[in-house]
């Protein structure tokens, strides 16, 4: 299975400008040959969270028709990072997954809203896990600050996620943070882990890129460098097999003793 970490940069709330650009980068993602190609967070604003009444995309409707299109006419399936979305509830930080044949198979939103870039005053959390079925593989996608949180990962990875995919916009300034949890997260799963951050500016930060693939056994098979590039890695789902019955952390667990209330 190849998989294309789409990493790019963000113009800052000018989504006419992003649809454009994602376009021609999902393009060249199916014409390097690969499978699967993933996006960063919110790029069809970036964080410009205070006009998200003209920016957002109204139920997704325009991120899904590109998605749809793309993957369908390109036979390539897109875990579409996210994008910022107007919906009945509000604004959310949302993902949508499309497959080869163009059909949406998995939607969801942002669960842990990051108060230090502001999420919390604009965007409502989502309520549901996003565990979802390609090429006959389950893999999951959450979206950047929920990577810190090692409980939700794990639920992913117990409800059978073999690659998890993380799009972010994660500043340079905690970058370190970034690199250790994905490689943590990795180890402790037993699980492939593709994180594609953005690059660029914005405002208030500035992104430097460190996308990373993460094989099961924890190795690092790439990280982006700080600039737009689209990186294609073929794994081998062996590996997760392979990994988990050499360490069976799966089997060991001690599940009745996890539970802090008791
Ligand atoms: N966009 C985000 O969720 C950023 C998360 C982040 O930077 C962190 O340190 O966590």
């Known amino acids: 299975m190849k998989i294309a970490a789409i990493q790019m940069d963000v113009a ?20 390097l040959g690969a499978d ?13 969270l205070t006009r998200l009444q003209e920016t957002a995309d109204h ?19 897109i875990v579409g ?14 993902m949508y997954v499309a497959n080869k044949s163009g059909e949406i198979i998995a939607e969801y939103d942002k ?6 870039m502001d999420e919390h005053h604009y965007l409502q959390p989502g309520n549901t896990v996003n565990v979802f079925t390609l090429d006959g593989v389950k893999m999951g996608g959450m979206i950047c600050y929920d990577l810190r949180f090692p409980e939700w990962f794990r639920l992913y990875a117990l409800k059978g996620a073999q690659i998890i995919f993380v799009p972010a916009q994660w500043p340079d300034a905690r970058i370190d943070h970034w690199k250790t949890l994905l490689q943590a997260r990795a180890i402790e799963n037993q699980c492939f882990v593709v ?3 953005r690059v660029g500016m914005d405002p208030n930060n500035a992104f430097n890129g460190n996308s990373m693939i993460i094989a099961p056994w924890g190795k690092v098979l790439w990280t982006g460098e700080n600039k737009e590039m689209i990186h294609v890695e073929e794994i081998d ?5 392979d990994v988990r019955e050499r360490i069976p952390v799966f089997q060991d667990r001690r599940e009745n003793m996890y539970d802090y209330r008791a």
């Open 12 to 31: 800052y709330g000018q989504p006419e400008v992003n649809f454009a650009h994602t376009e021609e980068k999902i393009k060249e993602a199916a014409g």
């Open 36 to 48: 699967i190609a993933v996006l960063p967070e919110m790029w069809n604003t970036g964080y410009d």
């Open 59 to 77: 139920n997704g409707e325009k991120t899904k028709a590109i998605l749809q299109r793309l993957s369908s006419q390109l036979q390539i399936a």
């Open 81 to 94: 990072g996210s994008v910022a979305t107007k919906k009945a509830g509000g604004y959310y930080n949302s």
């Open 111 to 116: 669960a842990h809203l990051f108060r230090l």
């Open 195 to 197: 994180a594609v951050n």
């Open 237 to 241: 789902l062996q590996e997760v097999r």
